[in-house]
């Protein structure tokens, strides 16, 4: 029987900020603001439960990063590339959930190769991208569960690596 691959060891770099969200539009504006820190090469991974707000902040992102297309989850896709429409980078929206493997299983969508032309955001990606790249930023959306129409959101942004290690998540917070 094969042992699984350990996981790649955490950066030293880290910064990491909390902010809570309460409306469907906070976190589109989240998503709006954190686009402004966001460059080519940057990979963003959202975690959450079913209905968090993964997609509404990955709108937000491509309504800041300025790209093509409506922002929809690629749940039945897999991936939908955004092309930019100036000169800032493409926007690549990976959604991994019915993905059950590795970093090997995604390797068809050529993530490694996107990852230094682009902006690429995969919901889902605990345990399946992270070898891509030690810097990456790791964005939990926390809210509610059960029979409840709570909007609340607790959101946890972690930059990891050098890259995120002084760029400034602080004022996501204002």
Not at 25 to 43: I, K, N, V
Not at 54 to 66: D, I, S, V
Not at 91 to 107: F, I, N, S, T, W
Not at 154 to 174: C, F, I, N, Q, S
């Amino acid at each position: 029987m094969e042992q699984p691959a350990a996981a790649p060891a955490a950066p030293h770099n880290r910064a990491e900020t909390r902010l809570t969200i309460t409306s469907p539009e906070q976190m589109r504006e989240l998503g709006r603001r954190l686009a402004e820190l966001l460059r080519a090469g940057d990979l963003v991974m959202l975690s959450g439960e079913l209905g968090a707000g993964k997609t509404t902040l990955t709108r937000g992102l491509g309504e800041g990063l300025g790209v093509r297309g409506a922002v929809t989850s690629p749940t039945f896709v897999i991936a939908r590339v955004h092309p930019s429409l100036g000169d800032g980078p493409p926007l690549v929206h990976v959604d991994a959930y019915r993905l059950g493997g590795g970093l090997d299983e995604m390797e068809d969508l050529d993530l490694d190769v996107s990852l230094t032309d682009s902006v690429i955001v995969v919901e889902w990606g605990e345990g399946k991208v992270e070898e891509l790249t030690e810097d990456r930023l790791q964005v939990v959306i926390h809210r509610a569960v059960g029979d409840t129409t709570d909007e609340v959101r607790h959101v946890t942004l972690t930059g990891l690596g050098e890259r995120w290690a002084d760029a400034g998540l602080e004022p996501l917070t204002a």
